[in-house]
């Protein structure tokens, strides 16, 4: 299962390395490898919906909000989707590493859902920002574009040097977590009722996506040297460190946050149209990436305590 990129022609210490595997195709097998990927495949199968039909679109009253708060959630909508289309892309260069590794099929199986569930997120996103008003197609202040970009995930799936457990372990088990985490508090403050809908079902997706990074981390760390095992904890440290802490997911969190997105949020928030705020964030990053630690340390995943200026020292 390990692959060879000694008998790549160039060699790893290149970025894109694993796109230079040889390319082979047979043996075949895509047989059920690991129960726990297939059965999550089995359940995306089951749980299928419909951004069009699966929304009370009607419902949505325009009528019940301000101008300002309108304008602020179509922002908030539009980035989401932005968000959400960014998961797009970077979905298939994970499956291609998949392949390319000649890992378990069921890999390629659920992953090949996600992406798919990642498109209806991004549409449902935008079909609420329409409902407000209008999807935009970039951010108001042109400044912000930087920060609404990829995180860098995209460009390390092809990475040798990075074990693809390391994506893994950083990417989902981190990053996906703490954006679920966030979201299950999201859901419990809006109190729109079109909006609580889009959440929930977009929940109904993520929470499978947790899973599989936990699901497949915990099949592999037993087959794992602990010189891998060391770079998901170095990978883990640098998402939490430098993506998330730096307001990768929110503004609030950077050293210079965008005063303008931080306020349009409030509105959104106060509306009970989908944000949230400083006030609700800030525990819910404590304890999730409490969780992430308790989670990783028996898989050999020490993390260490981290400190932010707005948050607090050793959490
Ligand atoms: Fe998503
Ligand atoms: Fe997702």
């Known amino acids: 299962m390990t692959p060879t990129y000694t008998l790549a022609p160039t060699g790893t210490g ?4 694993v796109l230079d595997l040889p390319d082979r195709q047979f043996p075949r097998s895509i047989g059920e490898t690991v129960g726990p990927i297939r059965e999550l495949y089995r359940r995306s199968k089951q749980r299928e919906w419909n951004a ?14 301000t101008d300002d708060q309108l304008f602020a959630a179509r922002q908030y909508w539009s980035r989401r989707a932005w968000g959400e ?39 449902v996103c935008q079909r609420m920002a329409d409902a ?25 799936s092809f990475d040798a040097d990075t074990p693809l457990e390391a994506l893994v372990a950083s990417l989902i088990c981190c990053a996906e977590v703490i954006a679920f985490d966030v979201f299950v ?20 997706d993520e929470v499978r996506h947790c899973d ?49 997105e931080i306020e349009a949020d409030r509105l959104v928030y106060e509306a009970g149209l989908g944000a949230t705020v400083e006030e609700i964030e800030r525990p819910l990053m404590i304890e ?24 607090g020292q050793g959490f």
Request: aromatic share 10%; charged share 25%; hydrophobic share 40%.
């Open 52 to 65: 069009a039909t699966a929304v009370d679109w009607a419902a949505f009253d325009p009528s019940s909000y």
């Open 14 to 17: 290149r970025p894109n390395a």
């Open 185 to 204: 508090a999201l859901i419990k403050i809006t109190t729109d009722p079109v909006a609580k809908q889009v959440l929930k079902l977009i929940m109904r």
């Open 288 to 311: 999730s990436i409490g969780r992430i630690r308790e989670r990783m340390a028996p898989l050999g995943i020490e993390l260490p305590m981290f400190d932010h200026p707005k948050i």
């Open 132 to 156: 407000c008003g209008g999807y935009l197609t970039e951010p108001v202040t042109k400044a912000l574009e930087g920060s609404v970009a990829t995180h860098g995930v995209r460009s390390m």
């Open 85 to 123: 289309y960014g998961a797009i892309s970077e979905s298939p260069a994970m499956a291609i590493r998949y392949q390319m590794e000649r890992r378990e099929p069921d890999l390629v199986f659920f992953w090949t859902m996600r992406t798919h569930e990642e498109v209806r997120h991004a549409e």
């Open 212 to 260: 599989f990074g936990w699901k497949y981390l915990e099949y592999r760390v037993p087959d794992m040297t602990a010189a891998e095992i060391d770079v998901c904890r170095a990978k883990v440290i640098w998402m939490i460190e430098e993506i998330e802490l730096k307001g990768y997911h929110s503004s609030w969190l950077s050293e210079a946050p965008d005063l303008a």
